[in-house]
């Protein structure tokens, strides 16, 4: 709940009086085709100690603000940090559950949590938005009927312990289709693969103990069959509170029984495990559309996703397409030609060859081909480094020693052809543990987890893209085809599926007017459907490169096509408003790519003597379209070495130049060079609620984790926070290396010992809000936190622990400093997609067919309780538009709905690399650009010193502790601007 106020409540929560309850409730929707008035209308007055800080007035810091400048040097104590007033006396148990770091000895000044997640509320929604021009669309939701049955689970043990999930479902299906009209009372169980039943009612008995045999089809026809015995108990648990879950989705209580939805979610599954292939929560077949090559002996295969959730419309199934790459049922010998080329066939395969194919092949599942009707199935462990025809093995228990090609012949009448190819290295097999290529298939329906070339990446995608009416089209007949009110399961449990999309109000708020420099012919601009452009505009704030130097790697570009280039490039910089020089420190600068590094230090060295210790303000590269790491390698070198800003540009747009490339170009080396292209008019004039009134700062956070397949490189998380109060349009950004896939942000906040100065405080959190401190005069007083990258099952947990590192933050900087948070996370990662309810209608859709930029829903298909919505802030481009999903999970600042939609949506328009809006969030999109960068920083094996730093320059104890190695520290001059762009 929002906590402006202290409230009285029987549940321990953690409270902190918001310092100012000014409430801004301007209605500043401007639906004219001129600019809004620049007074403010209809605003309350800010309290007047704050007045005069809006634009810095003055430039005299006091006391308070001088220390808040100075890091701490010396521990919290009782007498320099009296207690928060308004604190609650929680206890810290939390913390010693894991759920919050340490950070260093606890001092009176910080926020306590509550013992227990159960007793953290989130911020209930506030009412519903009013803002925009109304319309109707349709999502991808289906309403599901509540049973009105008793849902019952059981705890199922099988002895032996079985691993495969396959396997134990076989075993309980044997057991259902034995024992359903006797022992199981006609009930028909569902079933979680693992340890759980679920029946609608109870069966006869609380426990009871079966013997199950299984015998193994795929032994064959001819050959004997192998019988497995199986011990399966099971026994009562509890019984799923339907009552509680009626309540919380008519909105009477706040906590949702997770235990019914899990049940009801897997009822409704049951059915598509048995007749598609699941992978996650999707469900993907080769019936379902054509497959697609991808190459390399991958395909793509459609899918559906499918899973229930609470809503307030109540429970509600989400069906959407997807995609996936799976690895193509082929004999094994056609996959590896295609993998390596056909001349495979003809030739020996290089070490490189072999290992090639044994990272492709190693934990797929093949069959035999060789054995008429048996086709056992094995999994593949390696390939031997020998050819087939150089393998023997003994057969005896005297040694002698047979040879492969040999053993099959005269065993299966199977001549070897390929005997120059490796064997596949297989387990439990009896004679040997080797099988030839050509004798096995790739068994169908296997995904492919490994990393897809940047080709096959481009070929799944345009596979996945569908216009939304393609989309909602599949998406209806798959539901039809499911048939859910035939699904046996659905029948058994009572659940009943509405089979049409669900309908809702939506509203499209209206695009903000944006502010370009007064010098231009269009000092403002209001965009149309998303987008804009810079013709008659120039940047608000126009940076100035006077030094710069220019690198070309690309050996198809010739000097003068580079000079050209760079040419076109410092007059479009000039035209959209900045100074450029438009002569370079040294002439271009021809570079091999595989020296990246010693052609960056020439040029500096060069520069830097000619300049006679002036610093280089920017550097050109020239890249070759397929650079490999170059890319990554010269940004890692700039960054972190040299403390060089860089703007890359391929060779493809050096001879083919466009406006719109260079005019995009010119907005990123602006904002590099620490510029602003355009702010929102309404923050100029002061005009944004709950951000306008006092000094605000907008965070935007998120990690990345390695992708599948790493299983020990670290995550990368990244913090940027505004810097311009009040435009909120100027970021400055900071990351670190953390523990392998840990989604909690540990530097956020940190602190340590040191001998000399006692207890030392730092973190992205603290770093950023004195960079605030400095760049504006004014220190922060209210606190905007949007994080992306955290699933609901996260919730709890993230914000426990980041919220605190926030308060620690705070507090470690001044004593009784608590600036009010509102703490918002963003989704992406989602299923629910909206559509026009009218495809032919164009007024209400965008050039790709999808809803218009601004669409916001709040209603219906959101939580049944707390503060959430989905807005579409981007016109489409190609496919189906996917709305974000903002959850509000704590808010002190009292937000209105209509308040945090159109913040959220205005600020869309403030990214800086485009002229248009974009989908997220740009704090949060910043930060996933800059998380993504700070890859680059750990590729090369750096030297290692045992104590590194981190993006702030300071030792990264709790990273070395962890064994993660530090990322190497940005330079100051790298940190201040938006690298990352």
């Not at 709940?1 to 321990?12: A, N, T």
């Not at 506030?126 to 008793?150: M, S, W």
């Not at 309980?172 to 259902?176: C, K, R």
């Not at 039809?480 to 699904?487: F, G, I, L, R, V």
């Given at each position: 709940?929002?906590?402006?106020?202290?409230?009285?409540?029987?549940?321990?929560h953690?409270?902190?009086k918001?310092q100012?309850?000014?409430?801004?409730?301007?209605?500043?929707?401007?639906?004219?085709k001129?600019?809004p008035?620049?007074?403010?209308q209809?605003?309350?007055?800010?309290?007047?100690?704050?007045?005069?800080?809006?634009?810095g007035?003055?430039?005299?810091?006091?006391?308070?603000?001088d220390?808040?400048?100075?890091?701490?040097?010396?521990?919290c104590?009782?007498?320099?940090?009296?207690?928060?007033?308004?604190?609650?006396?929680?206890?810290?148990?939390?913390?010693?559950?894991?759920?919050?770091?340490?950070?260093?000895?606890?001092?009176?000044?910080?926020?306590?949590?509550?013992?227990?997640t159960?007793?953290?509320?989130?911020?209930?929604?506030?009412?519903?938005?009013?803002?925009?021009?109304?319309?109707?669309?349709?999502?991808?939701?289906?309403?599901?009927?509540?049973?009105?049955?008793?849902?019952?689970?059981?705890d199922?043990?099988?002895i032996p312990?079985?691993?495969s999930?396959?396997?134990?479902r076989?075993i309980?299906?044997?057991?259902?289709k034995?024992?359903?009209?006797?022992?199981?009372g006609?009930?028909?169980?569902?079933y979680?693969?693992?340890?759980?039943?679920?029946?609608?009612?109870?069966?006869?008995?609380?426990?009871?103990?079966?013997?199950?045999?299984?015998?193994d089809?795929?032994?064959?026809?001819?050959?004997?069959?192998?019988?497995?015995?199986?011990?399966?108990?099971?026994k009562?648990?509890?019984?799923?509170?339907?009552?509680?879950?009626g309540?919380f989705?008519?909105?009477?209580?706040?906590?949702?029984?997770q235990?019914?939805?899990?049940?009801?979610?897997i009822?409704?599954?049951?059915?598509?495990?048995?007749?598609?292939?699941?992978?996650?929560?999707?469900?993907?077949?080769?019936?379902?559309?054509r497959p697609h090559?991808l190459?390399?002996?991958?395909?793509?295969?459609?899918?559906?996703?499918?899973?229930?959730?609470?809503?307030q419309m109540?429970?509600?199934?989400?069906?959407d397409?997807?995609?996936?790459?799976?690895?193509e049922?082929?004999?094994v010998i056609?996959?590896?030609?295609?993998?390596?080329?056909?001349?495979?066939?003809?030739?020996?395969?290089?070490?490189?060859?072999?290992?090639?194919?044994?990272?492709?092949?190693?934990?797929?599942?093949v069959?035999?081909?060789?054995?008429?009707?048996?086709?056992?199935?094995?999994?593949?462990?390696?390939?031997?480094?020998?050819?087939?025809?150089?393998?023997v093995?003994?057969v005896?228990?005297h040694?002698?020693?047979?040879?492969?090609?040999?053993?099959?012949?005269?065993?299966?009448?199977?001549?070897?052809?390929?005997?120059h190819?490796?064997?596949?290295?297989?387990?439990?097999l009896?004679?040997?543990?080797?099988?030839?290529?050509?004798?096995?298939?790739?068994?169908?329906?296997?995904?492919?987890?490994?990393?897809?070339?940047?080709?096959?990446?481009?070929?799944?995608?345009?596979?996945?893209?569908?216009?939304?009416r393609?989309?909602?089209?599949?998406?209806?007949?798959?539901v039809?085809?499911?048939?859910?009110?035939?699904?046996s399961?659905?029948?058994e449990?009572?659940?009943?599926?509405?089979?049409?999309?669900?309908?809702?109000?939506?509203?499209?708020?209206?695009?903000?007017?944006?502010?370009?420099?007064?010098t231009?012919k269009?000092?403002?601009?209001?965009?149309?459907?998303?987008?804009?452009?810079?013709?008659n505009?120039?940047?608000?704030?126009?940076?100035?490169v006077?030094?710069?130097?220019?690198?070309?790697?690309?050996?198809?570009?010739?000097?003068s096509?580079a000079r050209?280039?760079?040419?076109e490039?410092?007059?479009?910089?000039?035209?959209?408003?900045?100074?450029?020089?438009?002569?370079?420190v040294?002439p271009?600068?021809?570079?091999?790519?595989?020296?990246?590094?010693?052609?960056l230090?020439?040029?500096y060295?060069?520069?830097?003597?000619?300049?006679?210790?002036?610093?280089?303000?920017?550097?050109?590269?020239?890249?070759?379209?397929n650079?490999g790491?170059?890319y990554g390698?010269?940004?890692?070198i700039?960054?972190t070495?040299?403390?060089?800003?860089s703007?890359?540009?391929?060779?493809?747009y050096?001879?083919?130049?466009s406006?719109?490339?260079?005019?995009?170009?010119?907005?990123?080396?602006?904002?590099?060079?620490?510029?602003?292209?355009?702010?929102?008019?309404?923050?100029?004039s002061?005009?944004?609620?709950?951000?306008s009134?006092?000094?605000?700062?907008?965070?935007?956070?998120?990690?990345?984790h390695?992708?599948n397949?790493?299983?020990?490189?670290?995550?990368?998380?990244?913090?940027?926070?505004?810097?311009?109060?009040?435009?909120?349009?100027?970021y400055?950004?900071?990351?670190?290396?953390?523990?392998h896939?840990?989604?909690?942000?540990?530097?956020?906040?940190k602190?340590?010992?040191?001998?000399?100065?006692?207890?030392?405080s730092?973190?992205?959190?603290?770093?950023?809000?004195?960079?605030?401190?400095?760049?504006?005069?004014?220190?922060?007083?209210?606190?905007?936190?949007?994080?992306?990258?955290?699933?609901e099952?996260?919730?709890?947990?993230?914000?426990?622990?980041?919220?605190?590192?926030?308060?620690?933050?705070?507090a470690?900087l001044?004593?009784?400093?608590?600036?009010?948070?509102?703490?918002?996370?963003?989704?992406?990662?989602?299923?629910?997609?909206?559509?026009?309810?009218?495809?032919?209608?164009?007024?209400?859709?965008?050039?790709?067919?999808?809803i218009?930029?601004?669409?916001?829903?709040?209603?219906?298909?959101c939580?049944?309780?707390?503060?959430?919505?989905y807005?579409c802030s981007?016109?489409?481009?190609?496919?189906?538009?996917?709305?974000a999903?903002?959850?509000?999970?704590?808010?002190?600042?009292?937000?209105?709905?209509?308040?945090?939609?159109?913040?959220?949506?205005n600020?869309?328009?403030?990214?800086?690399?485009?002229?248009r809006?974009?989908?997220?969030?740009?704090?949060?999109?910043?930060?996933h650009?800059a998380?993504?960068?700070?890859?680059?920083?750990?590729e090369?094996?750096?030297?290692?010193?045992?104590?590194?730093?981190d993006?702030?320059?300071?030792?990264?104890r709790?990273?070395?502790?962890s064994?993660?190695?530090?990322?190497?520290?940005?330079?100051?001059?790298?940190?201040?601007?938006?690298?990352?762009?």
């Open positions: 709940m929002p906590m402006g106020k202290m409230k009285e409540s029987s549940e321990k953690f409270v902190i918001s100012l309850q000014n409430i801004m409730n301007t209605k500043n929707a401007q639906n004219g001129g600019p008035s620049q007074e403010p209809n605003q309350s007055s800010p309290p007047s100690r704050t007045r005069g800080r809006r634009r007035r003055g430039g005299r810091k006091s006391d308070q603000a220390a808040f400048m100075r890091p701490s040097s010396r521990p104590t009782g007498t320099d940090s009296p207690v928060i007033a308004e604190a609650t006396q929680a206890t810290v148990s939390a913390m010693s559950n894991g759920l919050v770091g340490n950070g260093g000895s606890l001092c009176k000044a910080e926020v306590f949590f509550p013992s227990s159960k007793s953290l509320s989130f911020a209930p929604r506030p009412g519903y938005g009013q803002l925009g021009t109304r319309c109707i669309v349709k999502a991808n939701h289906f309403f599901a009927e509540l049973p009105d049955k008793d849902l019952i689970q059981y199922v043990i099988i312990e079985v691993v999930r396959t396997v134990n076989a309980i299906a044997e057991l259902v034995l024992y359903r009209e006797s022992e199981l006609m009930r028909l169980p569902a979680d693969g693992r340890r759980s039943l679920y029946t609608a009612g109870e069966l006869p008995f609380a426990r009871k103990e079966f013997t199950i045999k299984l015998i089809e795929e032994d064959g026809i001819n050959g004997p069959k192998r019988e497995m015995e199986y011990k399966v108990v099971i009562f648990v509890a019984r799923a509170n339907l009552h509680h879950l309540q989705l008519s909105g009477k209580c706040s906590d949702g029984p235990d019914a939805l899990q049940i009801l979610d009822v409704l599954r049951e059915l598509s495990m048995k007749r598609y292939c699941p992978v996650g929560r999707s469900f993907f077949s080769s019936d379902i559309r090559p190459g390399n002996g991958l395909e793509a295969w459609c899918g559906f996703y499918q899973s229930i959730r609470p809503t109540g429970l509600s199934l989400n069906i397409m997807t995609s996936a790459a799976f690895i049922a082929l004999p056609e996959f590896v030609a295609q993998l390596l080329g056909k001349d495979v066939l003809s030739r020996m395969l290089s070490d490189a060859d072999r290992i090639k194919v044994k990272k492709a092949l190693r934990g797929v599942k069959e035999v081909t060789h054995r008429e009707n048996v086709r056992r199935k094995y999994r593949v462990s390696g390939i031997t480094t020998q050819p087939t025809r150089e393998l093995f003994p005896d228990e040694s002698n020693m047979k040879s492969v090609v040999e053993y099959f012949q005269e065993m299966y009448g199977f001549t070897i052809q390929y005997s190819l490796p064997c596949l290295q297989v387990g439990n009896k004679k040997a543990n080797y099988l030839p290529m050509e004798a096995c298939k790739i068994v169908e329906g296997q995904r492919y987890t490994k990393r897809l070339s940047e080709k096959q990446i481009t070929s799944l995608l345009k596979f996945t893209c569908q216009r939304p393609d989309r909602e089209n599949d998406i209806l007949q798959t039809q085809h499911n048939a859910y009110e035939h699904d399961y659905a029948k449990f009572g659940i009943k599926i509405n089979e049409n999309l669900a309908s809702m109000e939506a509203r499209v708020l209206p695009a903000p007017w944006l502010k370009y420099h007064e231009g269009e000092k403002v601009c209001l965009p149309q459907v998303g987008q804009w452009n810079m013709m505009k120039k940047m608000i704030n126009g940076m100035t006077s030094r710069w130097a220019c690198i070309n790697f690309s050996r198809s570009v010739q000097e096509v050209g280039f760079c040419n490039l410092v007059q479009m910089c000039q035209v959209s408003g900045m100074e450029f020089n438009p002569e370079p040294i271009i600068y021809p570079a091999r790519p595989e020296q990246v590094e010693k052609a230090k020439q040029v060295h060069a520069c830097m003597n000619k300049l006679k210790g002036k610093e280089l303000d920017l550097v050109l590269a020239i890249l070759p379209d650079n790491s170059l390698d010269l940004k890692r700039c960054e070495d040299l403390g060089l800003i703007q890359c540009c391929l060779a493809k050096v001879f083919k130049i406006k719109q490339y260079l005019s995009n170009v010119s907005l990123k080396i602006n904002v590099k060079m620490g510029g602003r292209n355009t702010v929102l008019l309404d923050a100029i002061c005009r944004i609620p709950l951000v009134d006092i000094p605000t700062i907008i965070f935007g956070a998120d990690v990345t390695p992708e397949g790493e299983d020990s490189s670290p995550s990368v998380a990244a913090v940027v926070a505004s810097q311009d109060w009040p435009e909120v349009t100027k400055a950004g900071l990351v670190c290396a953390q523990a896939r840990q989604e909690l942000i540990q530097d956020l906040y602190s340590w010992h040191d001998p000399i100065r006692g207890t030392v730092g973190g992205m959190i603290r770093d950023l809000l004195v960079s605030f401190r400095k760049a504006t005069g004014q220190k922060p007083q209210r606190i905007i936190f949007y994080r992306d990258g955290v699933s099952g996260q919730f709890y947990q993230v914000l426990l622990f980041e919220l605190d590192a926030i308060r620690k933050a705070c470690s001044e004593p009784n400093y608590q600036p009010p948070v509102t703490f918002i996370v963003v989704q992406k990662r989602h299923h629910t997609r909206l559509f026009a309810n009218n495809h032919r209608d164009k007024s209400s859709t965008d050039k790709s067919g999808n218009l930029p601004g669409t916001v829903v709040d209603s219906k298909i939580h049944p309780t707390e503060f959430d919505f807005l981007h016109a489409g481009i190609q496919g189906t538009s996917r709305p999903h903002y959850h509000v999970l704590w808010d002190e600042n009292n937000f209105t709905a209509d308040g945090i939609q159109s913040l959220t949506n600020l869309c328009y403030t990214y800086a690399r485009c002229t809006s974009v989908s997220v969030v740009p704090p949060a999109y910043y930060a650009l998380a993504f960068r700070a890859r680059f920083y750990m090369p094996d750096a030297q290692d010193n045992g104590c590194g730093a993006s702030g320059g300071k030792t990264t709790a990273a070395g502790e064994g993660v190695r530090p990322l190497p520290a940005l330079k100051e001059n790298v940190k201040r601007v938006m690298f990352y762009c």
